[in-house]
């Protein structure tokens, strides 16, 4: 069902199905570096890192960094489960799974964005928690979003694997995986965005992820079906 319906999750490789999955990447990394710089030097879809930050804050009795890991990696969890369960229901033919997954999370960043200009870029200590337990969820939704539906393999929120993947394939095969390769620059592009944006349009800043993610969820309607052979 996903293949005839989400082409561009389960045909990735195809340079305009792609673009969906590019744009999806490039929000990732926007709000990890937001989330870092700014909602209390956690990632809101990297969880390898926040549970090594969090056993390292217990550690170390860093009890500040300790919660923000904790609740970075409580809403990253709630997002997936949420993420994963919209994405196998049963739908019309235009509306998938996926692209109600990603509604959700585009509607839980716009959220986000309406609340990060309203505090001016700037929000008190409770704001920032908010934030970051906010955005760790929409990014759940993403990544359980993109698991469910997307080709075996493929993710947008969790680079290591394609990162390994690309460069075992270059030592092994003497080809470089091309499409894991462009990911990760996707990524390091959105986080390099997202602090330009928190150092030169603070205010803003929330709101290019957000943009990114709609504008993911439109294209994907007008990327066309795979061919059969």
């Known amino acids: 069902m996903a ?8 045909e990735p490789h195809h340079l305009f199905a792609s673009a969906p999955v590019l744009l999806l990447t490039l929000a990732t990394g926007a709000v990890d570096a937001i989330s870092f710089l700014a909602l209390g030097g956690v990632f809101t879809s990297v969880m390898t890192a926040n549970l090594a930050l969090l056993g390292l804050s217990v550690g170390s009795r860093q009890l500040p960094l300790a919660g923000h890991s904790l609740l970075a990696i409580t809403g990253y969890v709630c997002g997936v489960l949420l993420g994963s369960r919209i994405t196998v229901l049963r739908t019309g033919p235009r509306w ?21 200009v309203l505090w001016g870029g700037a929000p008190h200590s409770g704001g920032r928690l908010a934030l970051l337990a906010v955005m ?7 990544g359980g979003a993109v698991r469910a539906a997307g080709a075996p393999g493929l993710s947008t929120t969790y680079l290591t694997g394609a990162l390994t993947g690309a460069l075992t394939s270059l030592m092994t095969t003497g080809r470089l995986q091309w499409d894991n390769a462009v990911l990760v620059l996707v990524l390091m592009a959105g986080a390099a965005l997202g602090g330009l944006m928190l150092t030169q349009a603070r ?16 294209l994907s309607f007008v990327v066309p079906p795979p061919r059969r052979t």
């Open 3 to 10: 293949h005839d319906t989400d082409p561009w999750l389960t």
């Open 96 to 116: 998938t799974g996926a692209r109600c997954a990603l509604l959700v999370e585009t509607v839980v960043l716009g959220g986000a964005t309406v609340a990060w």
């Open 136 to 142: 760790s969820v929409a990014m759940g939704v993403q």
């Open 203 to 218: 205010p803003a800043a929330v709101g290019l992820p957000a943009a990114l993610v709609a504008a993911a969820l439109v």
